[in-house]
């Protein structure tokens, strides 16, 4: 079973520690860059839950979407799903640069992990928050399953209603529309709404093609079964 840890920072850290291009959104352009009708920001990773969430809310909305680099291995391939989404929705996506942050943090361990924030769905949400409010919009949604919440305490019901409750206070409006979804359900409702899933991006690694053996790569893949989707049309490589 692959471990989630990806080597030692002793021998092979620069091959993960990297800094990206310095493309994060101008603040003094936002508001150009963004439609004037966005009334939602959007988190988006370029995974299942997110690409499923960009299709329906822009089905009656038009949602922001917005894409975190905090130094996360696949930053560059999610980032570039997020992209080829947004264009099919006719709407353009805004990266924001945190790789610093995320550099530091995964820096304070023995050893490099693939995700370098623990707790990330907590920081994502602040995150977004901080954005939200200098944009003056009110709504965030973010995509978590109740496979997420299996694993991950930060995508738990509790934790949600509690971050939510606080948000409030701020006048922020924290929504999670798929929470009470599994995977392969979510998978159903975006076939329904016809999202490319070969554009969408899940693998932990970063390589071209979904690798088929990270855990993300497993979830997606035994969700996608549990959907009836064949796994050729998936673009793994093994």
């Not at 988190?43 to 922001?64: C, N």
């Not at 919440?149 to 939510?164: E, G, L």
């Not at 599994?182 to 998978?187: C, G, L, Q, R, V």
């Amino acid at each position: 079973m692959l471990s989630l840890i990806s080597m030692n920072t002793h021998t092979e850290t620069a091959a993960i520690i990297r800094q990206p291009d310095p493309i994060s959104p101008d603040p003094m352009s936002l508001d150009a860059a963004r439609p004037k009708t966005a009334n939602c920001l959007l988190l988006m990773s370029g995974g299942v839950e997110s690409s499923t969430l960009l299709f329906q809310l822009a089905q009656t909305e038009h949602p922001q979407p917005v894409f975190l680099d905090y130094a996360q291995r696949a930053a560059q391939q999610e980032w570039e799903a997020v992209q080829r989404l947004s264009e099919i929705q006719q709407v353009q996506a805004q990266r924001y640069d945190l790789s610093a942050f995320g550099n530091a943090v995964g820096a304070l361990r023995a050893e490099r992990y693939h995700v370098p924030l623990p707790h990330r769905n907590f920081f994502a949400i602040v995150a977004i928050a901080t954005i939200a409010s200098n944009l003056n919009i009110q709504r965030i949604v973010i995509g978590l399953s109740a496979d997420d919440a299996q694993v991950d305490t930060c995508s738990r019901p509790a934790f949600q209603n509690a971050i939510t409750n606080t948000l409030s206070t701020l006048n922020l409006q924290l929504e999670t529309p798929l929470i009470q979804l599994s995977k392969a359900a979510i998978i159903h409702e975006g076939n329904r709404l016809h999202v490319p899933w070969k554009k969408t991006y899940s693998c932990l690694l970063g390589r071209e093609k979904h690798c088929g053996f990270c855990p993300q790569c497993k979830k997606r893949r035994e969700a996608f079964a549990q959907a009836g989707a064949n796994d050729q049309d998936l673009g793994y490589n093994c």
